[in-house]
């Protein structure tokens, strides 16, 4: 197998010209995509219908393509979108496909595999239930993608449900929050403990219900949860290296200790065998194909001893404030601002730092 | 004469206890404050009154240490405030003081000068009225700092008047526009062709009325004008260097070309000696005194041919959006958080760009 | 020919579930819609995504009932949506329907027509062309409703294109203004005047370009215009009385002058031999099928001598502060909050007020 | 003695013109201030600065007017500013003297009395301790009005603290939320059942800790309760009316059962000999001296069947949305924007709904 990995630029959520551009001209099959992961112009709270929208347009054109409905589309490959492009950031998404292909070098390659939760209720939000049927996820999708060891495993996308107030009250189960935004932030973190918990990264009988939100000392380092109304499931992305999979690109994973760690982003750079002085050349980083990046505003509400105000803005969301300054960083040294950059990283990453991951083309073009 | 450049941090807009502290220990002597320069809570907006309440705080607590009236330390003393510490920004404020020294080794040393324009009415702002006496006061000032050439002047910040609804109604001459945040913009726009003007960075007759906000081939390289509704002329602090001034204080420009620009950061540091690799370490961090950031989100609603949403954010203004994203990536380089980072470069620095001063301690601590 | 008006909730820009209920139960024909007015959950402002993700929602849901294409049915039905639902407001879409009907009892029924202008381009905007296309599109949508009288329409609503920042810099014309959400202004002003002149209520040579948010003494009673990025060309949905109609729906309207005009709700109720005292009961309540308000911050800054704020204010934009204010107001006399309310009332109505207007069903039910 | 309510417009938040002027031709005494609330230009949220600034300035003014210190006007006269003055409100402050005077009619007039809590620490909020000693402190701002029985209570005046996040890390006690906004909801709900308990509006050993945001069937009809930063104990205002007090002011108070409820404000005015119909008209608005309203977005998401959108809004908070709604409504009503409406109405008036007093002038003007 092969995996390819596509960004197109968005101007609105609606805008699937790129995909649509590349199917016509037959440069990507609709049947061989696996997956979609992108951000959207939305605010990335509740209330952000962007994502949506862009699954629904999304699912429609490969759907002309492939022949299925939107739906089956829809069950089959995981949107995953966060909303909010805050300062430099640009709207984009990025298509993975994986096809057959004839055997390869042997060396690892750039490895994918997908696979779904049950749907959860408002009640299972942040509970038990939720880690470890996201734990489920993660194994069956490294199975698909034919990734053995979680050492080989660089970046775990989780898209989980967000639910609106009629959801709330209807909820069959006890709810951990009646908030809305709460539950955003339950769910994110109960799916980073089962990703931990999937590969090892913390004892399993840590990964607990009662840990969640509470014990930050317990994070994955390759796993990015996010959450929106427009699903009802866990989706789950695993990309590892694989060499069941052939192909120039390569994937390395990292930590951000803290939002200022800009040391983090140039190791992950140098496990890739690239080098920012102080940026990445224009041609260095056209090898650049996708950037994943899970940021958070440090919640004793200093940042190297300084303060900030990032948890008491009645204006503005942490998550937007924390969005634009971290993504415009890994923006300045990448030379790319076309970055998933998602707020939210409850135990992924160390308290106040975070997670990134990068997929590169290891082929000098 | 001999110029200091003291950091505090700001809890809240009338939180003023680190220079009471300060003036209470003797480690200030408040008769020898010449200018504060600061970022608060607020949005940077027209209604921004954090600027207004630190503005109030801080003259009556000098007032109090000099037996001046609050009135009178204000008309003295220039306080510039610029509201917006989004991300990892931390608020602060930055006090200048000068005070007679021996004379030094000879060598240039940090200088710092103020002046105030004229009141405007809400009528002269972006006029060549607002241009030709913010030359005047830049000169005036420049005199008064005992800098003879326009090239020892690296960095003019200039605080002028906004307007709310009642002011621009009650404006007694025709104005540019009635949109007070538009004239925040002419304003700022103005006063920078007024810098470039009096430094001779344009020629005198291209830095004219029609040029606001139409010409920006025009820009100053050291000009940061911010606009704010608790002043009502151009207040004028110019710091360069100077051989009639001593100490270890030293300060460099440049400018950044784009919104990623971390070269121009370099640059600076560069200038004073100082290394960021891949960020000023510790040690290197601590000899920063001050750093003054102008940057503006592009106009062609591009950065480096991908799109940002800055201009089209109804939620999010597009000077917040910025402010956000050059201070963290200007914090990341400098390890440091307090750093002065102001919206609205119109003719400050190129299009899409902006301009950076760093104010450092040329001795080793 | 009879018209009907049903109201359907919107729980997310997407939910076209009440719709399509409907037309499954068959007590809707996809074929007979003829238009679609809604308020739906984004901000209303430029970058507000959900008016487009419910036009398409809509149209793939209509195409799938009557086997047209959804580009065909977005081309003969007008979506017209606003968004902001600030306050008590509530999301929702009213689905307009026109089929054939056994000659009425010769009175006055309701009487429903659309049409569109051609495409306009960025620098068509605010222009004497808009102006003019805009005229004769409500004289081919009276035509196609059958009213041959100005004094029998009751309520046009236009919507016109926004454009975002690439769309601006690829106009074709020069712009009146580059700055996006002022060009939203011009549209909906230009279209104003659009309906003033084609309904008389404005001399003819009084519309025009030059008077275009300038003269806001011209002003149309019965029309409300807005802008999205989901449209290039104006739709225009004319509402009015007709003999050629049947049934016993009726509409009236009428001006608010100002913000708190509440006289000017009753007068309107009070056309339709509705009581408000001081609210309409349930069992009136029940008898509206739909509310039309345009409204707008007065451009002085006060009301009745009282200072506003929403001419200044940086974290909320006046449109959404008026929106849930007079969208509030009209809400509590009505006893309904699935209202239109829509902010942008430039040359609707007398300035700082706005327009209204009501649906009911004349029948006791 | 004799109570005078005095409101005066605010420009900004530093405004103290209107009482200056008072002051200045002795138609107020400094001395015979003893208590102020007001509406000011934040978002009436944490970071809300708004209100300290306007504190700072009364403080100021009055301390030069009396020969006090600032600090012991501060401790002696409770200053309550809420912030917010969303869509038609106006910010303002409102003036509440005391004077000896000849002994009245022997009728009821208006009679004021406040009083403090200790201070308290972030981890008293929300707590029994709150409850006790703001019932406490009730009870001897009764006495010091002279008013003996709660049903002459028609308006309890709370503001508490609110704690930014340094606030909170240094908390002595453990506290019930670590979150800043949920502290400022938590203070103000335990604050309503201390007037609750007080008042004898709910058994007294109802009103407990375990009740606190649990039990909305627990209410107060006349407490309305604010937090902000300003403040570090419970400041106390009650007023009612009392036979031992003279002059033409009365008040009168009632609730309002959810955002629509405009007969709960025909009832209070009704109480008071006043019409609106369906507004009160420019003489009777004239005798109108101060309006305080409580209100909040209904946690079930509806209002009366239908949805709002206030409870999962990203970009603008919950309190926002209610206060420009209910503002709007009351102000419609009464004819007068310069209004005291303030979200977060937990336990103030029933679940959506929420509670207004009004003090008008009983002689005819």
Redesign the interface.
């Known amino acids: 197998m092969r995996c390819d990995v596509i960004r197109f ?1 968005l ?4 805008d699937v010209s790129g995909l649509e551009e590349a199917l016509a001209s037959g440069s990507i099959e609709a049947g061989d995509i696996v997956a979609v992961i992108g951000k959207t ?10 994502r ?2 862009l699954t ?2 999304l699912s ?1 054109l490969i759907a002309r393509h492939t022949g299925e409905t939107p739906e089956a589309v829809r069950k089959r490959v995981p949107f995953v979108f966060s909303g909010g ?7 984009h998404y990025t298509v993975f496909t994986a096809q057959s292909a004839e055997a390869g070098s042997g060396e690892p390659a750039l490895a994918i595999g997908v696979a779904f939760t049950p749907d959860y209720d408002p009640g299972d939000i942040g509970r038990q239930h939720q880690i470890d049927t996201t734990a489920t996820a993660i194994r069956e999708a490294m199975a698909s993608a034919g990734i053995d060891s979680p050492s080989d495993v660089h970046f775990v996308q989780i898209k989980g449900p967000a639910f ?3 959801d709330i ?1 209807a909820a069959r189960h006890p709810l951990v929050s009646d908030n ?2 709460r539950l955003m932030a339950l769910g994110r973190a109960a799916s980073a403990l089962g990703v931990g918990k999937a590969l090892g990264e913390m004892p399993a009988d840590a990964a607990v219900e009662a840990a969640v939100l509470k014990d930050s000392s317990l994070f994955t380092s390759v796993g990015s949860c996010s959450a929106g ?2 699903v009802r499931c866990n989706e789950v992305i695993v990309v590892g290296m694989s060499r069941k999979w052939s192909g120039p690109l390569a994937i390395a994973h990292g930590v951000m200790q803290d ?2 760690d ?2 983090g982003i ?1 190791d992950v750079l140098d496990a890739l065998d690239m080098v ?1 002085d ?2 990445l050349d224009e041609r260095q980083a056209k090898r650049l194909r996708a950037g994943f990046i899970k940021c958070e505003a440090s919640r ?2 200093q ?2 001893g ?12 942490q998550q ?3 969005r ?6 890994v ?3 990448l ?4 970055l998933f950059v998602s707020g939210g990283a409850e135990h992924q990453g160390p308290d106040g730092g975070g997670i990134m991951a990068l997929i590169v083309d290891r082929e000098t073009n």
Chains 1, 2, 3, 4 share one sequence.
């Not at 112009?41 to 962007?50: C, I, P, W």
């Not at 030379?335 to 076309?338: G, I, M, R, S, V």
């Open positions: 630029a101007s609105n959520p609606g112009h939305g605010n990335g709270l509740v209330n952000d219908y962007t949506g929208y629904l347009s429609l492009v805050e300062g430099v950031l640009s709207a609106d107030t009629d009250l809305a935004g109304t427009e939002a200022l800009i040391s140039h920012a102080p940026q004793n509400g940042i190297r300084r303060s900030h105000v990032m948890l008491t803005d009645g204006d503005i969301d937007r404030h924390i634009g300054a971290v993504g415009a960083i923006a300045s040294v030379n790319d601002t076309a």
